[in-house]
């Protein structure tokens, strides 16, 4: 049988002083590497929300063909800073967004850890990663919410257009005022069990799969990774679990959507979205915009891995 004495010890803690100075840097490093992720990739996350908002007609019509289609005509329609509408709600979230998600990562593989020096099991490790995507919620949904109305207006504008409608230019600030408003502090989480579904399976999924390709990779001296190791691991790990989570992006995109295009079905929570789905436009509907969501995610995570393995806060506070 063998020994457990060694788990059964509990795992030693640093002084509050040495922990609050090391919470610090974690939650900078989330921020430093959001920003830097969502700068870099948010318009093709802008043309993944008007791919997968976007219904086929009973023609077949379409506004997009495809992922360079979408790419080209919202370029050609609303210029260079038209493929960045939405990001400034993007990057003033995604600091305590990332840092959350990170953060309360380590935090939970931590506690759920059976001993200094352990590697963690899988079981607790998925759950560790899961418990951090239930924490991150509380910001992504309101984040998500103010961001798809920005990113699909142009798309719902022109088929207002084409119908011979108008529909009026809103802002990030005026929505959230709007629906704080009408609903109070529930407005704004709308979505948030499809929300959930996404960000806690995608978490699941994520945290594991990086912790045992980064593990694969040299290491230096003091044991922490190499940066284009940790780069490639959060890229092969977030491109994956993005893909294997797209049905439920696409599901809470279309929840999240308040404004619809003429025509466009409303939905009623997460089965009616499903059934409606379904019904109309068939299974292959769940993967709409899943390759450009993958060409999102994998920047998007190997960056953030790269600068919370770098430590760039704590050379930046001369704790390295």
Same mark, same amino acid.
């Given at each position: 049988m063998a020994d457990n004495s060694e788990a059964a010890k509990p795992i030693p803690k640093l002084p509050p002083k040495q922990q609050e100075v090391k919470l610090v840097p974690k939650i900078i490093n989330g921020g430093i590497a959001g920003i830097i992720g969502v700068s870099v990739v948010f318009p093709l996350d802008l043309v993944k929300t008007r791919l997968q908002n976007q219904v086929v007609g009973p023609n077949g019509e379409k506004m997009y063909k495809s992922m360079f289609d979408c790419f080209k005509k919202t370029y050609n329609a609303e210029g260079y800073f038209g493929m960045y509408k939405g990001s400034a709600v993007n990057i003033l979230l995604i600091t305590p967004e990332k840092a959350i998600k990170l953060t309360a990562n380590d935090m939970f593989r931590h506690h759920l850890s059976t001993g200094p020096g352990q590697p963690l099991p899988l079981p607790r490790e998925m759950l560790a990663g899961g418990s951090a995507g239930a924490c991150q919620i509380v910001i992504?949904?309101?984040?998500?919410l103010l961001k798809i109305q920005m990113q699909d207006a142009g798309r719902i504008a022109a088929a207002? $257009? +084409?119908?011979?409608?108008?529909?009026?230019?809103v802002s990030a600030w005026s929505l959230t005022t709007d629906l704080l408003r009408k609903r109070g502090i529930l407005g704004l989480y709308q979505g948030t069990g499809a929300t959930a579904l996404r960000d806690v399976t995608f978490s699941v999924i994520y945290f594991p799969l990086f912790a045992r390709l980064n593990d694969l990779g040299p290491k230096r001296e003091d044991g922490s990774s190499v940066f284009w190791c940790s780069f490639l691991a959060g890229c092969a790990a977030g491109s994956t679990a993005a893909l294997l989570v797209n049905p439920f992006d696409v599901i809470k995109t279309r929840l999240q959507?308040?404004? $619809? +295009?003429?025509g466009e079905p409303t939905y009623n929570g997460v089965l009616d979205?499903?059934?409606k789905t379904l019904k109309n436009e068939g299974p292959t509907a769940f993967f709409k915009g899943g390759?450009?969501?993958m060409i999102v995610i994998a920047p998007l995570f190997g960056i953030a891995q790269t600068v919370y393995y770098l430590g760039v806060a704590e050379r930046l506070m001369g704790l390295k």
């Open positions: 992504t949904t309101p984040m998500e207002a $257009k +084409a119908a011979g409608q108008h529909i009026p230019k959507a308040i404004n $619809k +295009a003429p979205c499903i059934g390759a450009c969501r």
